[in-house]
């Protein structure tokens, strides 16, 4: 019962930290960090990503464009780049890992220590992989704030507010720390034995193995 206890938690950890890397992948290019609401114009909505910024009118649609520079754009945005594809390319080392490290894999079964290396290594990374994702978020997040409530800027000047991007951001970094702490504290925690029968049974061979060897000796 224990043992089935640890494999569903297993499979909890690694789901949370499936879904929270690909809520990643999908933050790190969806081009709602940002939103920008004109005052002056209701049917025109101008929205920016870490990759390219777009505007989207009531008439026309959707129209994006790339950004021209990578060094022109703000270190807030810079940073997220660098942060979120590393975080990706960590989260998906950490799947990898963790995947080859569950119990329910008969892969290497005769490798338990292995195996429990693997499911710490990829806790690990993952967990590491969530933070990547909330820092750039967070650090995104503060700035618009900080921006918003700029007493420099004169009111009639838009400002920027949260983008979708930044509240799927949060949730793909809480999925991806909460996936990886449990599999990293499982892997951690001392593996509980199979059903006592078995153990029973391997015991009471064990000892008939031994009363036979003495039985030989003596007739010897």
């Not at 809520?23 to 929205?47: D, F, G, Q, R, V």
């Not at 509980?192 to 039985?215: I, R």
Request: one cysteine or more.
């Amino acid at each position: 019962m224990a043992f089935t206890f640890r494999t569903a938690v297993q499979c909890v950890g690694l789901s949370l930290s499936l879904l929270g890397w690909v809520l990643a992948i999908i933050t790190t290019y969806l081009p709602h960090w940002k939103n920008l609401n004109l005052e002056l114009n209701e049917m025109e909505n101008w929205t920016m990503g870490l990759w390219k910024s777009c505007v989207i009118q009531e008439e026309v649609g959707r129209q994006c464009k790339d950004f021209d520079s990578f060094l022109a754009l703000p270190v807030e945005l810079q940073s997220s780049r660098i942060l979120m594809s590393l975080s990706n390319g960590l989260g998906l080392l950490g799947l990898l890992a963790s995947g080859c490290g569950l119990d329910c894999l008969r892969l290497g079964e005769t490798q338990k220590g292995l195996k429990r290396r693997l499911l710490i290594l990829g806790g690990l990374l993952l967990w590491t992989s969530g933070v990547m994702v909330l820092v750039p978020v967070s650090w995104v997040a503060h700035t618009t704030v900080q921006e918003f409530w700029d007493e420099t800027v004169p009111e009639i000047v838009p400002r920027w507010e949260f983008g979708e991007a930044l509240f799927l951001g949060w949730f793909a970094g809480f999925c991806l720390v909460l996936g990886g702490c449990l599999l990293h504290c499982l892997a951690c925690s001392r593996p509980v034995p199979p059903a006592s029968g078995h153990y029973a049974v391997t015991a009471s061979q064990d000892h008939c193995q031994q009363l036979e060897l003495k039985h030989t000796n003596s007739e010897i």
